[in-house]
Structure formats: structure tokens, C-alpha cells
């Protein structure tokens, strides 16, 4: 549905954009992580073909952003971070606009509106202005003019920023009810949202893709080497008879979760079997060793050590779509 080729961005010498190319499938939701400044925004705006790219391609439906820009952006809606509601108007009035400004048939608008409307659970709300609605309603209304036309593509931009815990989760569920009709690409700092709604997680660093895969082969393949263990007695002597090991990376101090016992995290440098290398360590040491556990690492975890490593590239299909192509070391370069 979505197909990125090549996309380079240019501001002056400086390169927001470089090089990067990927994939959205129809039916997927991809979460677009990053960090502050890594080039998200600047990625999505092209996508919408509200800027246009120093280089490459964005194909949508087939169609290219840049040379049938007016059917590729029929099958787009978009939700920017803030918003494009028009505060004096009514949620009738404002959706009625936005369906002018995209060409829908007039006898079809009401029932499509309507339909809209439910859908995104704000009919009871439909005869107020913009202005004295909630912020989570104004978020509502702003998800409601992205689906006028009923586009194939969705598009979110922080759709929960400023929201509190509540509006989060309504948001959350009307962005699941979404995703059963259409493609969308969810960029959040709430990593636990695209944790709850997102089928393949891509991050950008720096203005390259880092990584991209679902979380759970992203926790699987960075944690694979990565084990929770407990142990029983003095806890500076193991800490240091596993700083002391030349097999282990490191070892992170996880506390106590038990009366008398001590919970770490050690990770194994390339090419170790760490298990080995850990029960080896407790039996010369005479440590009593009561746990170990592959370590699954969160999207957090996953977040930081991307941002802040080497690049990650998927080396197999998605499980979420067995035509999901695999992330190149030339799409990640």
C-alpha cells in the first residue's frame, strides 16, 4: 500500500532524510519510532506530499506522492499532531468543510458523515463547537476529517499527545477499530501505544532506519543473549565473579524480589552461549544459583539500544505478512 524508495531530505547541507526505504502492507499498522530530531516528522510529511523530497519515491496505492499527487492523496487521511480543526465551528460544520475540501459527492456526504461520526463515538457531540470540546474530543474530530472519503491510508502524527490516561485509552481503542479497515502508520512517543496497536515497529535515528520488525522478534533477537538470574548469598562476590568473567558484557544490578537472594541481568559478548559462561562462573565461585531466564526486553529497551548502537536490520519476513520483504543493510545504510 505504502512503498518508500530511496527517500533523501535535504535542508541546506544539513540531511534530515538519508536514504531510507521501506514497505506498509495493506491491512498492517506500522508504529514510527524516534527520537527528537531523528526525522520522523519530516518522513511522514513527505509521505502526505506536504513537503516534497530532495530524492526518491513515495508510492501510495501504486501511485507517485510527487507525479499523481492527486490520487495518491485520495487514498490518505492525515492526522497531524495539532489538530486542523477550526474552533467556531461545530463538529457538523467543520466535517462538512473538510468533506468539501475533499471532493465527496454532496448526496453522499450526511450518510458518510454519519457513519464517520459513530464510528469515531462523537454523534452526541456533532451540534457543539470545536472550541468547547475536551481536548480527547478535539482529538476525536481531528481522526474524524482524516477518515472523510473513507481513505485507505491513515496516517497519525501523536495521536494521544496531552491526553490523559483515560482519553489514551479511548483513542487507543478507536485506532484498533481502525485498524480493521485500514492501513496506518502511528507515529508515538508512547511506547507502550504502539505496543498495544502496532502489527511492525520501524525506528529512526539520525534520519536512517535503525530497526524495524514486530517487538517481539525485535526482543528476541536483541535479548537472545540477554538472561535474568537469581542468586543465593553474598551478593558483592557474585557481582564481581561475573565482572570478572572476559565472556560476559555486562551485568546489570536488579535488586531483591526475594528474602536472601540477589536478581541481575547479564548480558554475553558475541558469540557466547552466556548460559554457559553464567552456570560455570556460579559453580567455581560457589554461588548457588537459583534462576535463569531469557531476558525479553521491552520496546523501551529496544528503543534506547537502537538509538544509541549499531543498527538493527530484520533478516527475515514479518510474521504479520508473509510478503513482508526484509529490511537490507542497503535500506538501513
Known amino acids: 500500500m505504502i512503498e518508500v524508495n530511496n527517500l533523501v531530505k535535504n535542508y541546506g547541507k544539513y540531511q534530515a532524510v538519508k536514504d531510507i526505504s521501506f514497505k506498509v502492507y495493506d491491512g498492517e499498522v506500522l508504529g514510527f519510532l524516534g527520537p527528537n530530531g531523528a526525522g520522523k516528522s519530516t518522513t511522514m510529511n513527505i509521505i502526505t506530499g506536504y513537503i516534497s523530497a530532495t530524492s526518491g519515491e513515495v508510492k501510495i496505492g501504486g501511485f507517485d506522492i510527487l507525479a499523481n499527487p492527486t490520487e495518491a492523496k485520495k487514498k490518505i487521511g492525515y492526522l497531524p499532531e495539532i489538530p486542523p480543526v477550526y474552533i467556531d465551528m461545530t463538529v457538523t460544520e467543520y466535517l462538512h468543510f473538510v468533506a468539501e475540501l475533499k471532493g465527496v459527492a454532496k448526496d453522499k456526504t450526511v450518510a458518510m458523515l454519519d457513519d464517520i461520526m459513530g464510528r469515531i463515538?462523537?454523534?452526541?457531540?456533532?451540534?457543539?463547537?470545536?472550541?468547547?470540546?475536551?481536548?480527547?474530543?478535539?482529538?476525536?474530530v481531528g481522526l474524524a476529517q482524516a477518515m472523510v472519503g473513507y481513505p485507505e491510508v491513515l496516517i497519525l502524527d501523536e495521536p494521544t499527545v496531552g491526553l490523559d490516561p483515560k482519553q489514551i485509552i479511548e483513542i487507543r481503542e478507536v485506532i484498533k477499530e481502525?485498524?480493521?479497515?485500514?492501513t496506518i502508520i502511528l507515529s508515538s512517543h508512547i511506547l507502550s501505544e504502539i505496543s498495544a496497536v502496532c502489527n511492525r515497529v520501524m525506528i529512526i535515528n539520525s534520519g536512517q532506519i535503525v530497526a524495524i520488525d514486530t517487538p517481539e522478534d525485535l526482543s528476541s533477537r536483541l535479548g537472545e543473549n540477554r538472561?535474568?538470574?537469581?542468586?543465593?548469598g553474598d551478593k558483592e562476590?557474585?557481582?564481581?565473579?561475573?565482572?570478572f568473567s572476559e565472556r560476559i558484557a555486562h551485568i546489570d544490578d536488579m535488586g531483591s524480589k526475594e528474602e536472601g537472594t540477589w536478581d541481575f541481568v547479564v548480558s554475553g559478548k558475541e558469540n557466547v552461549d552466556v548460559r554457559e559462561e553464567i552456570f560455570n562462573t556460579?559453580?567455581?565461585?560457589?554461588?548457588?544459583?537459583?534462576?535463569?531466564?531469557?531476558?525479553?526486553?521491552?520496546?523501551?529497551?529496544?528503543?534506547?539500544?537502537?538509538?544509541e548502537g549499531e543498527f538493527v536490520k530484520n533478516d527475515k519476513k514479518s510474521e504479520t505478512n508473509e510478503d513482508t520483504v526484509s529490511q537490507t543493510e542497503e535500506e538501513v545504510k
Not at 178 to 182: D, P, R, T
Not at 227 to 232: D, M
Not at 237 to 243: H, I, P, S, T, V
Open 282 to 307: 556460579a559453580v567455581a565461585n560457589n554461588i548457588v544459583l537459583l534462576l535463569i531466564k531469557n531476558d525479553k526486553m521491552s520496546l523501551e529497551d529496544i528503543f534506547l539500544q537502537v538509538t
Open 121 to 140: 463515538k462523537i454523534t452526541h457531540v456533532s451540534q457543539k463547537l470545536i472550541k468547547n470540546l475536551s481536548k480527547g474530543y478535539r482529538q476525536r
Open 237 to 243: 562476590k557474585a557481582l564481581e565473579a561475573f565482572k
Open 178 to 182: 481502525l485498524s480493521k479497515e485500514h
Open 227 to 232: 538472561y535474568e538470574i537469581r542468586i543465593k
